[in-house]
Each structure stands twice: as C-alpha cells, then as structure tokens.
C-alpha cells in the first residue's frame, strides 16, 4: 500500500438493558395527605437521563376530583437509579368509601395503585 495506513472504524453496540417497575406494587394515602409520592426503578443506571412518562387510569377515583390526572414525567438523571413523582390527592369533605386508581409506565408497565385511602372526617 504505498506507506498509505489503511483504518476501519469499529462500533461497539451496547447490548445492556434495564427495566423499569414502581417499588411497590400499591400505595395508600390518606386524602388529608394532599399528595402521593409513588417511585420507580431502574434495574440498571443510565450513562444519559432517561425521561418516562406515566398515565392515570381511574377506578372507583374520578379523575380531576379525587386527584389530580397524568400524564406524569419521571426522569431519572444519569447514574441514577429510582426517581419519584408527585400525584396531587384532593382533600375534600365528603363521606365516602375507600377509591381506587391505576398508574401506568409508558403503556407497558401496569401498577394497580390500590386502594388510595381516604380518610373520612368523622
């Protein structure tokens, strides 16, 4: 080759993964509360954050009057492992039993948050 170098470029293709799940699978609250705190984790950290989002799906809870509706953004910052996010529970004065409502990480992931528990003022 004439004193010419000949090169290739090499590309390492990472082939680690992580999952993602709530640590726990249900929650309770007491409405007086005013907010929920649910976290997620990660099975491995990230050299990147990573933003998930997570929905609400209603059960016995109504949406916009028991809590306050998703979609939430969860980000874990790089190296990080479990991130929180805050759903607002609404403390009201009404006498009623327990409600219920689900959270759910980007479609494929499913947490029955149940029951919320709200405490009645008697």
């Given amino acids: 080759i004439d004193g010419d170098t000949a090169s290739a470029t ?7 993964t992580a999952t993602v799940d709530f640590t726990k699978s249900a929650y309770r609250v007491d409405e007086s509360k005013g907010v929920l705190k649910p976290a997620l984790v990660l099975t491995n950290p990230s050299s990147t954050d990573i933003t998930l989002k997570v929905r ?3 059960d016995t809870a109504i949406r916009g009057k028991d ?14 492992t ?9 403390d009201d004065d009404v006498l009623e039993n327990d409600e219920t409502f689900n959270l759910i990480i ?5 947490l029955m948050v149940s029951p ?4 009645m003022p008697w």
């Fill in 82 to 90: 479990k991130a929180s996010f805050n759903v607002s529970i609404t």
């Fill in 67 to 80: 809590y306050i509706a998703g979609p939430f953004d969860v980000t874990f910052l790089a190296g990080m």
């Fill in 10 to 16: 090499v590309t390492i293709n990472s082939d680690d």
């Fill in 106 to 110: 980007n479609d494929g992931f499913y």
């Fill in 116 to 119: 919320v528990h709200l405490v």
């Fill in 56 to 58: 609400d799906n209603p």
